[in-house]
């Protein structure tokens, strides 16, 4: 199953991507961690995206796409993926699109989430992650067991520079100028199904999967 997860920042993407890959044995492709995963290798694209990240906006979409082009040329994408954070603009839904026809493969399902504005800013703001694993909290939601501190690692958890107030806001509106008009674009493809994204991340989990025809 090719499978994409829409929805704005904060909306649990990345949560219900990493329940979801495990569930159907298919990799979890997240855009977003790939970039942070280059600004902490130190690589050319790390240095290069790290000021745009930290702002709030985008990265080009040449090289978002390049950088999932390459993604999607390893074996491990055979039996289907999930995409968390990508497509984000309709440019890259189109070269989506056609980079999948190439491969004669396409779209099964684009799930967008569901969730009030207020909410959004209570999950980034309270959202915390492991440095060493990537394990995802959340300071009242999902805390881990010692104060601060990754249940698997031991890390003392950080937070996200693009977390923080200031950025937030260019998040959400980057998100509704840019990337909340793709729900159309899937839309009018027929494979758009909305998800509320509201209740706990076992809830959530369970009503995509029905969604998806998977429970
Ligand atoms: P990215 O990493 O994709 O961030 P995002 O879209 O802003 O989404 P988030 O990761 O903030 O939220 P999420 O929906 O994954 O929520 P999560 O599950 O963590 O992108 C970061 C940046 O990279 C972009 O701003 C851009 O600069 C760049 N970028 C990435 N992709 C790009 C692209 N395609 N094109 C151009 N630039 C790109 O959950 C949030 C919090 O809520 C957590 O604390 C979690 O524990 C908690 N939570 C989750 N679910 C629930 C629940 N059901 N109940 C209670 N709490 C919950
Ligand atoms: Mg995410």
Known sequence: MILI???PP???????????????????????????????????LGRQVDAIMASGGLV????????????LSRPDVAGGFIL???????????????????????TDRAVSYEIAHELLVDRMSGRRSCPSCGTVYHVTA????????????????????????????????????????LKRYYQERGVLTEVAGTGSPDEVLATTKRALGRS
């Open 60 to 71: 080009p979409d040449d090289v978002t796409n390049s950088m999932v082009k390459d993604r």
């Open 84 to 106: 968390d954070g990508y497509p984000r603009t309709t440019a890259q839904a189109d070269f989506l699109d056609q980079l999948l026809v190439s491969l004669g493969r396409r």
């Open 10 to 44: 904060g909306a649990g993407k990345g949560t219900q991507a990493k329940l979801l890959a495990r569930d159907l044995q298919v990799p979890h492709i997240s855009t977003g961690d790939m970039f942070r995963d280059h600004k902490a290798r130190g690589t050319e």
């Open 5 to 7: 997860l829409l929805g």
């Open 142 to 181: 999902n805390p881990p067991r010692k104060g601060g501190v990754c249940d698997r690692e031991g890390a003392v958890l950080v937070q996200r520079d693009d977390d923080k107030a200031e950025t937030v806001g260019r998040r959400l509106q980057e998100y509704e100028a840019k990337t909340a008009p």
